[in-house]
């Protein structure tokens, strides 16, 4: 049975991640079993309405029954959404579509992400996933603006093609522990293939706290059409 998060609890999320994290500061690596604190399917208005624009200059919000809808609107690359859950080491889990409303023109430029320790400028590690290309990305982007592509695959055969589930989970754990403490180790999988794990040694420069989720295109992405579902949030676990 699926868990309901209401809407109207930024601040205790807030709290309650903050209280986790500092409860597993001592028990918890990068490497521990995560536990979840936040569940949201997209199956209600009300749940939809927990989710607030990031980022993204001209983005239509909506939804079905089923998921949160984004359609791109005039000289906007991408529309970033937040979910209410802040804090520094947290793992997302959603269930993204490149729908097929999306002009053609536009599909193998096109990627649906998820993203963590999200700030100003969209600051932030985020996961892009690219249906047409079968391609995914690491992405390190900083509040300056400069971007790196900490790791890139390519022929993903989890990858999932237009109107199509794919199954995205990114995690950024910092290391309380042996010779990388102090670093932030990024685990990045799709369909429960894992696409990156890397450590950083930088991320320290990452201020933001936002979790979210995102659809765009590598240029301006007028018409595409993207959803999003069963976003899951999760955090370190206190007991390992």
Do not use: H, W
Request: glycine residues 10%.
């Amino acid at each position: 049975m699926k868990t309901r998060t209401a809407p109207n609890f930024p601040r205790l999320i807030a709290v309650l991640v903050a209280t986790v994290v500092a409860a597993t500061a001592l028990a918890a690596s990068a490497a521990a079993a995560p536990v979840g604190i936040y569940r949201n399917a997209m199956d209600s208005d009300a749940q939809r309405r927990a989710i607030t624009k990031l980022d993204g200059q001209s983005c239509g919000r909506g939804g079905s029954e089923r998921a949160f809808r984004i359609r791109i609107g005039k000289r906007t690359r991408e529309c970033l959404y937040r979910t209410p859950v802040v804090g520094r080491d947290l793992e997302i889990a959603a269930t993204a579509r490149l729908l097929s409303g999306t002009p053609k023109g536009l599909r193998r430029s096109a990627f649906v992400s998820v993203s963590l320790r999200t700030g100003r400028a969209g600051a932030g590690y985020q996961l892009l996933v690219f249906p047409l290309q079968r391609k995914t990305q690491l992405l390190r982007r900083a509040s300056d603006g400069k971007r790196k592509y900490v790791a890139i695959e390519q022929n993903v055969g989890t990858v999932k093609g237009v109107g199509q589930a794919n199954q995205l989970r990114l995690r950024a754990f910092n290391v309380t522990r042996g010779p990388d403490k102090g670093r932030s180790r990024i685990l990045a999988f799709v369909g429960g293939e894992l696409v990156a794990n890397v450590t950083d040694d930088a991320s320290g420069e990452l201020q933001g706290r936002a979790s979210g989720f995102s659809v765009g295109a590598k240029r301006a992405a007028k018409g595409l059409v993207g959803s999003v579902d069963d976003v899951v949030i999760r955090v370190p676990n206190p007991f390992e």
